[in-house]
């Protein structure tokens, strides 16, 4: 059994798709021209109508121009003086075909890419793609697709990246297990968010063999591989049972999240695209408390144009309405990047150029996303937040923009909607030690958790060996997050909590004892959330966070914990 920690939760059993490009050992040998002019000429046809299939299958989902880059790969499986070239030298010199093949794409390759001129350039990427493909066609090596899949599968990888994520069916695809990642790395959120049981950070996985049977138990981080019957037994059952509970949750769909005692909050979803509002409203969400714009950036080839925003905005808001729609402007950088727009290398990406660093240095992107949300705003109950917010001076910055364009769409003649909230995300520690003044000016805080604590900690969330210091119940953290619900309070403002801790049960019972107002999550997280609230004491809850925030370890917090909640 391997250990990992779950991510998402659910119990799967099925079987590995392994997620890994083939390494290829090629060497010259001797051999007879004939048999490897036939394996040649089958592998190109089978290297043909794999790209035709993922043409096909790539219709509707990329732009006519990247679907165009296919056509220019066929061309090459076509090309007369490529193919015929690779043939000479088998026929010519009695070596196999995939040395063959190496020998004249090379050759070609180094002579496009010596070219100064990025067609060719481009040209050098499509014959090396091609004839990877073609190479791995000759020697019975299988190249993984996501796209591709077609029956029910685990994916295992090394990591997924948040747009191999986004692309995931979930008709096929039924879980996924990785090497790498922590709860908080955005391929976990994103398989939260798509409801698949998902494993991250197990070391081992990469020793699973593609087809293999493997159960995932991502409700309890454990992964077994080639399992025997007794155990596809029980774990099939598990999964009924968990499939049971799951169901049995929807009876609060429409109920209030509301304490014993009366104390009523509100439970909301983090999102990442308009799609995702269908599962928010399945769960009985009562407002959206944090949507991740930059998804809208990272599946586009080039930045999304101020219609096109405005026209997922409109969707999201019109949907929920009248329920709040919390707005996170672009938070790019760190572990997500876009492809279309480079910057220069960082030493620390998670402490450099990004979120709204980047915004207010690139007004340009900044001003076109708020236009669209402004314009958006009289669809739905809209609020506006900005990310990796350090200082108030940042959080100024940004007002004043989002005031100038309004003033600008009004004079353009477009309806604003009044009232529209803009809040902060509190995301790093000097803005909790400051959050008396912030509330002076800002219309809501939003906790991320997911940043908070990797700064508190200074433990990158993505690095695995460190993950121990990913500590949500460590009182320090607590005290961070208690200051900042107070300086809020103070000032008559409200405080919800958009980081991952926000749907974890134990902390949904020690966040309402600190008097958090808002608990936003993934949309599958927030049934069980509610069921928690309903079952609790406030002012016991009270208690017990005034002692915990009087422990001095994250252990006896935990402790102190499960005296109340098992
Ligand atoms: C957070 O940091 O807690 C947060 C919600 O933002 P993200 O996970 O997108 O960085
Ligand atoms: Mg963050």
């Given at each position: 059994?391997?250990?990992?920690?779950?991510?998402s939760?659910g119990?799967v059993?099925?079987k590995?798709f392994?997620l890994?490009?083939?390494?290829l050992d090629?060497k010259?040998v001797?051999?007879?021209a004939?048999?490897?002019l036939?394996?040649?000429?089958?592998?190109l046809?089978k290297?043909?109508?794999?790209?035709?299939?993922?043409?096909?299958?790539?219709?509707?989902?990329?732009?006519d121009?990247e679907?165009?880059i296919?056509?220019?790969?066929?061309?090459v499986?076509?090309d007369p003086?490529?193919?015929?070239?690779?043939?000479?030298?088998?026929k010519?010199?009695?070596?196999?075909?995939?040395?063959?093949?190496e020998?004249?794409?090379?050759?070609?390759?180094?002579?496009?890419?010596?070219m100064d001129?990025?067609?060719?350039k481009?040209r050098a990427?499509?014959?090396?793609?091609?004839?990877f493909?073609?190479?791995?066609?000759?020697l019975?090596e299988i190249i993984?697709?996501?796209?591709?899949?077609?029956?029910?599968?685990?994916i295992?990888?090394?990591d997924?990246t948040p747009?191999?994520?986004?692309q995931?069916?979930?008709q096929?695809?039924k879980?996924?297990a990785?090497?790498?990642?922590g709860r908080?790395?955005h391929?976990?959120?994103?398989?939260?968010?798509?409801e698949?049981?998902?494993?991250?950070?197990?070391?081992g996985?990469?020793e699973?063999?593609?087809?293999?049977?493997?159960?995932l138990?991502?409700?309890n981080?454990n992964v077994?591989?080639?399992?025997?019957?007794?155990?596809i037994t029980?774990?099939t059952?598990?999964?009924?049972?968990y499939?049971?509970y799951v169901?049995?949750?929807?009876?609060?769909?429409?109920?209030?999240s509301?304490?014993l005692?009366?104390?009523e909050?509100?439970?909301?979803?983090?999102?990442?695209?308009?799609?995702?509002?269908?599962?928010?409203?399945?769960n009985g969400g009562?407002g959206?408390?944090?949507?991740?714009t930059?998804?809208?950036?990272?599946?586009a080839?080039?930045?999304?144009?101020e219609?096109e925003?405005?026209?997922?905005?409109?969707?999201?808001l019109?949907q929920?309405?009248?329920r709040?729609?919390v707005?996170r402007t672009?938070?790019?950088?760190g572990?997500?990047?876009?492809?279309?727009l480079?910057?220069?290398?960082e030493?620390?990406p998670?402490?450099?150029?990004r979120a709204?660093?980047?915004?207010?240095?690139?007004t340009?992107?900044?001003?076109?996303?708020?236009?669209a949300?402004?314009?958006?705003?009289?669809?739905g109950?809209?609020?506006?937040?900005?990310?990796?917010?350090?200082?108030?001076n940042?959080?100024r910055?940004a007002?004043?923009?989002?005031e100038?364009?309004?003033?600008n769409?009004?004079?353009e003649?477009?309806?604003?909607?009044?009232?529209?909230?803009?809040?902060?995300?509190?995301?790093i520690?000097a803005v909790?030690?400051?959050?008396d003044q912030?509330?002076k000016e800002?219309d809501f805080?939003s906790?991320?958790?997911?940043?908070?604590?990797?700064?508190?900690?200074?433990a990158?969330?993505?690095?695995?060996?460190v993950?121990?210091?990913?500590?949500?119940y460590n009182p320090?953290?607590?005290?961070?997050?208690?200051?900042?619900?107070?300086?809020?309070h103070?000032?008559?403002?409200?405080?919800?909590?958009?980081?991952?801790?926000?749907?974890e049960?134990k902390a949904?019972?020690?966040l309402?004892?600190?008097?958090l107002?808002?608990f936003?999550?993934?949309?599958?997280?927030m049934?069980?959330?509610r069921?928690?609230?309903?079952?609790?004491?406030?002012?016991k809850?009270?208690?017990?966070?005034?002692q915990?925030?009087n422990?001095?370890?994250q252990?006896e917090?935990?402790?102190?914990?499960?005296?109340v909640?098992e």
């Open positions: 059994m391997l250990k990992g920690i779950a991510a939760s119990v059993v099925s590995v392994k890994q490009p083939p390494v090629i010259k001797d051999a007879n004939d048999e490897e036939a394996k040649l000429q089958s592998a046809e290297t043909r109508s794999d790209i035709e299939a993922i043409k096909v299958r790539a219709k509707g989902k990329l732009s121009e679907i165009a296919f056509d220019a790969h066929l061309m499986t076509n003086d490529f193919i015929g070239q690779i043939e000479d030298t088998i010519n010199d009695n070596v196999n075909a995939d040395y063959a093949v020998q004249i794409a090379s050759g070609f390759i180094a002579m496009f890419e010596n001129d990025a067609y060719f481009e990427a499509d014959i090396k793609d091609v004839t493909r073609l190479k791995c066609h000759i019975g993984p697709d996501l796209t591709a899949i077609d029956e029910e599968v685990v295992v990888a090394h997924l747009s191999d994520t986004a995931l069916d979930r096929f695809v879980g996924f990785t090497e790498i990642g908080t790395s391929s976990a959120i994103m398989a939260r968010s798509l698949i049981p998902a494993i991250v950070g197990i070391s996985i990469m699973a063999k593609q087809g293999e049977t493997i159960i138990d991502a409700v981080g077994i591989l080639s399992p025997d019957a007794n155990e029980d774990y059952a598990r999964a009924v049972e499939h049971a169901e049995s949750l929807k009876t609060l769909k429409d109920a209030k509301v304490s005692d009366g104390k909050v509100e439970i909301s979803a983090n999102i990442g695209t308009p799609k995702d509002v269908e599962a928010v409203l399945a009562e959206v408390g944090l949507y991740r930059e998804f809208l950036y990272m599946d080839s080039a930045l999304p144009t219609e925003q405005y026209v997922a905005y409109k969707a999201v019109e929920m309405n009248p709040r729609v707005v672009l938070d790019i950088g572990d997500k990047n876009l492809s279309y480079q910057f220069d290398h030493m620390n998670f402490l450099g150029y709204l660093r980047l915004c207010l240095d690139r340009d992107i900044f001003r076109t996303q708020l236009r949300l402004l314009r958006a705003s009289v669809h109950k809209l609020a506006i937040m900005f990310p990796m917010v350090a200082t108030l940042e959080f910055q007002k004043a923009i989002v100038e364009e309004k003033k769409l009004t004079r003649g477009h309806a604003i909607a009044d009232g529209i909230e803009l809040g902060t995300m509190v995301e520690p909790a030690a400051l959050a912030f509330a800002c805080f906790i991320g958790t997911n940043d908070l604590i990797q700064y508190s900690m200074a990158d969330r993505m690095n695995q060996k993950a121990y210091l990913y500590q949500p320090s953290l607590l005290r961070l997050i208690k200051m900042t619900i107070d300086g809020a103070k000032e008559g403002k409200w405080c919800g909590m958009c980081g991952e801790m926000a749907g049960p949904v019972a020690l309402l004892g600190l008097g107002d808002e936003s999550m993934s949309a599958s997280s049934l069980a959330a069921k928690m609230i309903r079952e609790l004491s406030y002012d809850m009270k208690d017990i966070a005034e915990a925030l422990c001095a370890t252990e917090v935990l402790e102190l914990l499960d005296t909640i």
